[in-house]
């Protein structure tokens, strides 16, 4: 099946992280990402019709990846694999929702911020976290430390990700990928600028295009 370290090398170099409102606009927002060479998706359970959209994007889109972010609650791990979802991500991690993941078989991205929380996780059996929040050189820094001790782990940055910052955090060997809404910021949305969220995206592979891997 499907591996959490699979997902983010076919995310490589950015998962968009999707706060999708207008649920109408969940297919075109898809589609601009990919025409941006997107391969791999999050949309996080934070508006009302998150699920209906993420359902919409599998359904329109079948060749992407398409995971559900923002998992908080235990019960949301079914909810968002019938729903589509073929991974999830959570900004943190619980023994519930290790157990919850577990169960609903999805492929899952915890996230850690601390050394503990990196043992925590080895303990639970992940070795593909996210970092969460990033935070800028301090993060790097911190990354860089990682590497050491966390033989094997590798980290998908986000929150305070931008086109500026990316490319510090794709030069580490521990950094799988990045994610971001940066890539597809809310006013983009909402003016339906489709070209405008390609082209984010598409800057953003030119620019990691540059790192050697
Ligand atoms: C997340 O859930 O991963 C973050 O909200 C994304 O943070 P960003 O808006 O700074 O990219």
Request: hydrophobic share 50%; proline share 6%; aromatic share 6%.
């Amino acid at each position: 099946g499907l591996t959490m370290d699979v997902v983010l090398q076919r995310a490589r170099p950015v998962l968009p992280v999707l706060v999708i409102e207008d649920c109408a606009l969940a297919v075109d927002l898809a589609r601009a990402l990919y025409a941006g060479g997107v391969e791999v998706l999050e949309v996080t359970l934070r508006t009302p019709r998150a699920l209906d959209a993420l359902a919409a994007i599998r359904q329109e889109l079948p060749q992407l990846l398409v995971g559900a972010g923002t998992v908080i609650h235990a019960e949301q791990f079914q909810e968002a694999r019938d729903a589509g979802a073929q991974f999830a991500v959570s900004p943190g991690c619980t023994e519930r929702l290790a157990a919850a993941a577990d169960d609903s078989g999805l492929p899952y991205l915890p996230a850690v911020m601390t050394p503990s929380e990196v043992l925590l996780a080895l303990e639970y059996g992940y070795r593909s976290l996210k970092l969460f929040p990033a935070n800028g050189n301090t993060s790097v820094k911190m990354l860089k430390s990682f590497k050491g001790p966390f033989t094997g782990i590798r980290f998908c940055p986000t929150g305070g990700i931008t086109a500026d910052n990316l490319l510090s955090f794709l030069r580490l060997p521990n950094v799988a990928c990045v994610g971001g809404t940066w890539i597809a910021p809310d006013n983009l949305i909402r003016a339906r600028a489709w070209d405008q969220i390609t082209q984010l995206a598409s800057e953003a592979r030119a620019l990691a295009a540059s790192v050697e891997v």
